[in-house]
Every structure is written in structure tokens, then in C-alpha cells.
């Protein structure tokens, strides 16, 4: 059964953090970094099955000075909300509370970061700004093609969804590609924005269960 622990951000905040232990025998830890709508049920589902597929799993509360504990639904109230707690919180504010994560992690292992919406963005930049990370996988951050020239300091891989309305894989693609050659972009034909996410106007579980299996395979190879 996961937990919610208390972790310390390099600011000296205490903030949450939703987190599992392996299941089987310990491959190492995963960073689960949220969407917009926080730690809900499908990011506490996200590090069940990370849990399951042996690695000790923790997902940060990253709006927890602005609201602790703060989840929304998928309807235009939460999205709104989630929108504004995002814009307000500084990028090198979350990267320290992913770090702190990783602190916790590194203890026992190899230490990994996977990403969805905001966290797709988060991971992106995690790869690119921290140290002591074995390999990331974003999902669908908006924030990618502005920071594509961003150095990746381990292997990184990026999902995306071919009809994303706000997103353009393509577009994505070209750019993380003109200076990141050898970073493999996945785009999945006929998924959507959040396509991991299993709400069920939002998941595509062909495209989900072929992208898990790719971020499983990167972090084994690490």
C-alpha cells in the first residue's frame, strides 16, 4: 500500500510526496511527476504499477506551498485551477523538490523520472538540469519544444500524442531533433493529450501500453 511521506525542498519547505515500495525485488526508483490536476487517483495508480514493475515509486505534491495536498478533476474548474498552481510555481522550485526526491531515492539505487502534461515538461528539464538522474521519460510536456535545446545528461526518451490540439508532435519532433539527434521521439497515431492517463476520455491504451513498455526498457538498460 503507498503512503504519504514528508519530504524537505532544497528551500527548506516540507512538502508530500505519495510514495510505494517495490513489489519484487528492488530495480531501483522512480520519480512519477504529476499533470496539472496533481497527486489524484491515476498518479497513485501510476506508482502502483511502477511499484509492481519493482521499483520503489514516489510522485511529489509539487503545489503544495500554494495548496497541500491539492487534486482536481478533469472538467474546466480543475483545469483552470490546476493551470494557475502551475504558472505560479517557479520551475527551479519544483526541480529542487524532484532533487530532494532523488536525495531520497539515491540511497538505495538507481534513480529514474518519468513525467506526464506538467510533469512531461518537469522531466524534460530534470534530465537536462540535474545530476544523479539514470534515465527519464516524458510525456507530453508542453515546455519541450522551447527547451529543446536543452542537453539531456542521461537517456531520455519523449512521448507524444499525434492528435494532441495543444501540443504539435511534429513540431516537437523537429525541434528537439535539431539539437538532440539521438533522443528518441515517440509519436503514437490516434492518441490524444494524456493518453497514459486512464480516465476514459483521455486514455488510449494501445498507445500507453506501447509507451510503457518503451520507458520500462530504457530504464532496465540504464
Excluded at 532544497?10 to 526508483?29: I, N
Amino acid at each position: 500500500m503507498g503512503e504519504t511521506i514528508t519530504l524537505r525542498g532544497a528551500d527548506g519547505f516540507e512538502f508530500s510526496a505519495y510514495h510505494e515500495q517495490a513489489f519484487t525485488p528492488r530495480k531501483g526508483g522512480v520519480i512519477v511527476l504529476q499533470e496539472i490536476f496533481g497527486i489524484d487517483r491515476h498518479i497513485r495508480a501510476d506508482v502502483e504499477r511502477w511499484a509492481k514493475a519493482g521499483y520503489e515509486a514516489i510522485a511529489p505534491s509539487l503545489y503544495d506551498r500554494r495548496e497541500h495536498g491539492f487534486t482536481a478533476g478533469h472538467d474546466p474548474e480543475g483545469l483552470t485551477a490546476g493551470v494557475a498552481h502551475a504558472r505560479a510555481t517557479p520551475l527551479d522550485q519544483a526541480l529542487g523538490d524532484i532533487a530532494a526526491c532523488r536525495d531520497f531515492l539515491a540511497e538505495r539505487g538507481k534513480v529514474f523520472v518519468v513525467g506526464y502534461c506538467y510533469g512531461g515538461s518537469l522531466t524534460w528539464l530534470t534530465a537536462g538540469k540535474l545530476d544523479g538522474i539514470a534515465a527519464a521519460s516524458s510525456y507530453y510536456g508542453s515546455l519541450v519544444q522551447a527547451n529543446a535545446a536543452l542537453k539531456p545528461l542521461c537517456p531520455t526518451i519523449i512521448h507524444l500524442g499525434h492528435t494532441d490540439p495543444g501540443i504539435k508532435a511534429d513540431e516537437v519532433e523537429a525541434a528537439v531533433h535539431a539539437h538532440n539527434p539521438d533522443v528518441p521521439v515517440y509519436i503514437y497515431e490516434g492518441a490524444g493529450h494524456g493518453f497514459n492517463n486512464e480516465s476514459p476520455e483521455r486514455y488510449a491504451e494501445e498507445a500507453a501500453d506501447l509507451a510503457r513498455v518503451r520507458t520500462r526498457e530504457l530504464f532496465e538498460a540504464a
